[in-house]
C-alpha cells in the first residue's frame, strides 16, 4: 500500500514498464550536409587540379612518350591490343619494349604491335605456308581485321580484338575499320609514385573538413552503436556477403555489356591507377588513402550527406549508387567502356547504401565494410599482381 492508501498488486512489483520504442532522430544537419559535399567537389577538383599541375613540373614525377613511341605504351597496357607502326619506327623504339610488345614481321611497311601475354595472337594471325610448311603471318586474316566489316573481330571467340591507331599516322587506303581506338601522342604522363602523393595530399585535405560538416552526424552514430559492439562484427560480416554479390553481379553484368558493345572488358582506369601506385615506392601512401581514409571520406560523401539531403530511402539510394560509380568512371574513354569497366563501381555504391539502410542509416558498419572490402583488395593486388 502506498501514501495514498491505493493497493499495490503482488505481480505489480514485477510487471516490467512498457518499453518505449527506440526511433533513430531524423538528421537535422542539412547545412552541415551540403556544405560538406560542395567541400568535397571543390576539393577533388579544384585542390586536386593545383597539385596535378605542381607535381607535372617536378622533375623526375613525369614519364614522356613521344608521338611514335605511344602506340607502344598503349600496346605493352592493352592485353587484346593491336597496332601499326612504321619499320623505322620499330628499330627506334622496339628494343624498349621487347618485355611487353611483340613486333610481327612486316606488312606493307608496317610492323604488328601485339602485347607479349596475348596467348591467342598467334593462332588468329599465323598460318602455315603451303609451300615452305612454316607458320607466317596471314595477310588475309590482318586485311580482314582492319577491314570496314571484318568477320575476325576477336581474337578466341570472346576477347574483342581493339585496334589503335595514333592520331596523325599515316596508313595505307584500306587501313583500319571505324571501330579504331584514336590516340595521340606526345603524351606527359604522372609516374605511380607521384600519383600516390597526389592522391595522398587530396585525402589529406578532404578528411578535416568533411569530418568537421559531418560531426554531429558521426558523434551521434558511434554513441548509438558503442553499446552494440557483438553487432558491429555480424554487420561487417553480413555487409561483406553483400559485397560479394555484388561482385559475381557486376561480373556477370560486365561480361553481358561487353558482349553488346563488343568491348573488351579491361581494367578500369581508376583501379589501374591503384594498381600502379601499389606496386610502386608510393605504395604505403596508396594502402594509407585506400585502406583507411578514402573509405571514411567516401561513405561520410555519398551515404551521410546524400543520403541526408534526400529523405526518401529509393531516391537517395540511386542517388548515391549514381555518383558513386560516376565518380569511379570519370577517366573511362566513352560511355560504353564505363559501363563495361567499371560497372562495379556502380553495383558497389548500391551495395554501400543498401548496407547503410540495413543499419538505419548508421554510418559505423559501412564505413568498416568499406574498409575491410578495400584492405582485401589491396592485398590481393600486393600479392596476385
Wanted: charged share 20%; glycine share 6%; hydrophobic share 50%.
Amino acid at each position: 500500500m502506498d501514501n495514498n492508501k491505493e493497493i499495490i498488486r503482488f505481480e505489480d512489483i514485477f510487471k516490467d514498464e512498457p518499453k518505449k520504442k527506440e526511433e533513430r532522430k531524423e538528421e537535422s544537419n542539412k547545412r552541415g550536409y551540403l556544405y560538406s559535399l560542395l567541400y568535397y567537389v571543390v576539393v577533388m577538383y579544384l585542390v586536386a587540379s593545383i597539385f596535378y599541375v605542381i607535381i607535372m613540373n617536378i622533375p623526375g614525377f613525369v614519364e614522356s612518350y613521344s608521338k611514335d613511341e605511344i602506340l607502344f605504351k598503349v600496346i605493352a597496357d592493352d592485353q587484346a591490343g593491336i597496332a601499326f607502326v612504321d619499320d623505322t619506327i620499330y628499330q627506334q623504339y622496339g628494343d624498349l619494349y621487347l618485355e611487353d610488345v611483340v613486333g610481327i614481321e612486316s606488312y606493307m611497311g608496317f610492323v604488328i604491335l601485339v602485347n607479349r601475354d596475348n596467348p591467342y595472337y598467334s593462332n588468329l594471325l599465323y598460318t602455315i605456308d603451303p609451300n615452305s610448311g612454316e607458320y607466317v603471318v596471314s595477310t588475309i586474316v590482318i586485311e580482314d581485321i582492319i577491314d570496314q566489316h571484318p568477320i575476325n573481330t576477336t581474337w578466341d571467340g570472346d576477347v574483342p580484338i581493339a585496334i589503335y591507331k595514333e592520331k596523325d599516322q599515316f596508313v595505307p587506303p584500306t587501313f583500319f575499320s571505324d571501330n579504331v581506338y584514336i590516340v595521340e601522342g606526345p603524351q606527359d604522363v604522372m609516374d605511380p609514385l607521384a600519383l600516390s602523393i597526389v592522391n595522398f595530399a587530396v585525402y589529406l585535405v578532404l578528411i578535416p573538413g568533411v569530418l568537421y560538416f559531418l560531426k554531429p552526424d558521426l558523434k551521434m552514430d558511434l554513441t548509438e552503436i558503442k553499446p552494440k559492439k557483438n553487432e558491429i562484427f555480424l554487420g561487417i560480416i553480413i555487409g561483406y556477403a553483400y559485397i560479394w554479390i555484388g561482385n559475381i553481379i557486376s561480373s556477370y553484368g560486365s561480361t553481358f555489356l561487353s558482349k553488346l558493345f563488343n568491348l573488351q572488358i579491361d581494367e578500369a582506369i581508376n583501379q589501374e591507377i591503384i594498381i600502379s601506385a601499389v606496386q610502386s615506392s608510393g605504395a604505403i601512401l596508396m594502402v594509407i588513402s585506400a585502406v583507411f581514409i578514402g573509405p571514411i571520406v567516401e561513405e561520410l560523401i555519398f551515404r551521410k550527406a546524400l543520403f541526408g539531403l534526400i529523405k526518401k530511402d529509393s531516391l537517395a539510394l540511386l542517388a548515391s549508387t549514381v555518383i558513386f560509380g560516376l565518380i569511379h568512371v570519370i577517366g573511362e574513354s566513352s560511355i560504353q567502356a564505363a559501363l563495361v569497366n567499371g560497372l562495379s563501381y556502380f553495383v558497389m555504391g548500391f551495395v554501400f547504401g543498401l548496407i547503410y539502410l540495413k543499419n538505419k542509416r548508421n554510418i559505423v558498419v559501412p564505413i568498416l565494410v568499406h574498409i575491410v572490402s578495400n584492405a582485401i583488395s589491396i592485398m590481393a593486388i600486393m600479392f596476385l599482381f
